[in-house]
């Protein structure tokens, strides 16, 4: 025989749009199931889980106060520092790296510029053995075909300043 009563249904919503995460809970998570790979450790976070809070969800008190709660009365979770240090800069190693379109971009780009060098020099030296040509004309033929190759040419210097000349820091 029952109670008669019937548990208290979880209203709660658990689907993804409703899940507010930052780079922390991503790091957490994944630390958790790394650990989750190891049976030994596996069964110690299970049993860790089992404590005298675990069925004490409170239906009618604040979010901010479940928070609190959630954040400082229950047990915390036994995930070493060094591993969440490890899956929050896999995060950022994620972050900082290229999109995969821009650096496909940046080779093609480098790869057209080194064949239009490559072409220039061909032409270069053909014209520089070539014995037709006066040795100004050879001079003059080569710069023409190697102008807008040059690799050493300075980018443009950008300056922020102010009108008026006042700068008091």
Known sequence: KSGGL??????RKYDSENED??????AQTLA???????KSK?????????????????TDLPEWFVDDENKHYRPQLPIPPELMAKMK????????????????ARAR?????KLKLSAAKKKAETVANSSEMSEAMKLKSISK???GHDASKPSKTYVVSRKGGNNKG
Not at 21 to 26: I, K, L, P, V
Not at 32 to 38: C, I
């Open 42 to 58: 596996e069964k110690a976070l299970v049993d860790a889980s089992y404590n005298r809070f675990a069925w004490n969800d409170p």
């Open 6 to 11: 019937l548990p208290i249904m979880d209203t």
């Open 21 to 26: 995460y930052d780079s922390d809970d991503y």
């Open 145 to 147: 075909a190697m102008r």
């Open 89 to 104: 800069e896999r995060f950022m190693s994620l972050a900082t790296r290229p999109i995969a379109k821009v650096a496909e």
């Open 32 to 38: 958790l199931g790394t650990m989750m790979l190891r």
């Open 109 to 113: 780009k480098n790869k057209r510029a």
